[in-house]
């Protein structure tokens, strides 16, 4: 079956390239053939070409989006199976026997709407009529669909076939909108074999903390405190030029597969960041999750869903203090039941696909 996945492979962005990497290898391992459809929208900002500025400021991050920027294209010209043809807005999509959207935040109306109208690209509704309509782990971000984007929301997804979200909040909304959905496994908890990737690049073994963080807040720095205290090693974050041009240490302008290696190297890591647990998990790595709150809301449903699918529910934290960092860094996680968990839910995944793509 020729398949075309709809997604965020454009973005700079750890996640965003390593799901869209991942599902299209599932699905080429199930033997099909595979294309990202190589639609990338005008309103991001990732597909914006910052203003030259002689400032020291803006010039710091003029050079700073474009370093990053190729990073991440290398990725996507290396590993991802591209459309030769670049999508526009409203571009009629066809020539494929299925086209996918997902995983990530497709269905997150705070991403793909601007000014409350909606990109509807992600809604599937430029896919031509003869072709099969199916989302695998989109995300709505949140627990709620703004009720403003309900009947647009209902509309399109009843012409898919097969609606498979990440969340069971998500579903919820779906099931809400009058609609039958699944919840279904990230496609990073899929193909759990980045062992590859990761080995295509060296760093050098450090015994660190990995700071990898969207939102620095007071939580955020009491953890990297309470956990460098107690573990004696120093924190090591992913940072910016402008940190760098500063003298912080950290890593700089890592590639998606040195940032798999960075994570899988770390004796601890904190973050506030879905795949960055995800990883943690896949590469057993003892971890600290904290709630991400941004643009005015909580980010962090997804990585509640993720961590009670797994067992370890425990290692989110709404509200630390320094008595529950603590008790963190100090307890084991059992691997062997994490494993087990994944390897069901990986099942469930799979056998959702399969149903998809063969009826």
């Not at 929208?41 to 002689?54: E, M, Q």
């Amino acid at each position: 079956m020729k398949i075309g996945i709809v997604t965020f492979h454009w973005a700079a962005n750890y996640g965003a390239v390593l799901q869209t990497y991942a599902l299209q290898n599932v699905l080429v391992h199930m033997g099909h053939q595979v294309d990202i459809i190589d639609y990338r929208p005008t309103w991001a900002r990732d597909n914006k070409i910052p203003r030259f500025s002689r400032r020291p400021r803006e010039m710091i991050n003029w050079v700073d989006h474009y370093l990053r920027k190729y990073k991440f294209k290398q990725f996507c010209k290396n590993e991802l199976h591209l459309t030769t043809h670049t999508y526009q807005l409203d571009e009629k999509i066809s020539g494929f026997d299925c086209v996918i959207v997902g995983s990530d935040q497709v269905f997150n109306p705070d991403i793909i709407a601007s000014g409350n109208q909606l990109d509807t690209t992600y809604l599937l509704a430029s896919v031509s009529r003869d072709t099969k309509r199916v989302s695998y782990a989109a995300s709505f971000g949140n627990s709620t669909l703004a009720s403003e984007y309900w009947e647009r929301f209902r509309q399109l997804l009843s012409s898919f076939s097969f609606i498979g979200i990440r969340e069971k909040s998500g579903k919820h909304i779906v099931e809400a909108l009058g609609l039958k959905a699944a919840a279904v496994p990230d496609p990073t908890i899929l193909w759990d074999d980045f062992s590859l990737l990761a080995n295509l690049h060296s760093l050098p073994a450090d015994n660190y903390v990995l700071n990898f963080i969207f939102q620095q807040t007071e939580a955020v720095r009491m953890a990297q405190d309470v956990i460098a205290m107690e573990s004696s090693k120093p924190i090591r974050s992913v940072i910016g030029l402008s940190d760098k041009l500063k003298g912080k240490s950290g890593y700089y302008n890592l590639s998606p597969e040195q940032w798999i290696k960075t994570i899988g190297n770390a004796h601890f890591v904190i973050t506030d960041s879905f795949h960055s647990t995800v990883f943690c998990i896949l590469t057993h790595r003892p971890f600290v999750s904290l709630v991400l709150n941004a643009w005015g809301g909580d980010w962090s449903e997804r990585i509640k869903a993720l961590l009670v699918e797994v067992g370890l529910e425990d290692r989110l934290l709404p509200s630390p203090t320094q008595e529950a960092i603590r008790d963190i860094y100090y307890k084991t996680i059992d691997w062997g039941k994490v494993e087990k968990k994944l390897t069901d839910w990986r099942i469930k995944g799979e056998e959702f696909l399969r149903d998809c793509l063969n009826s």
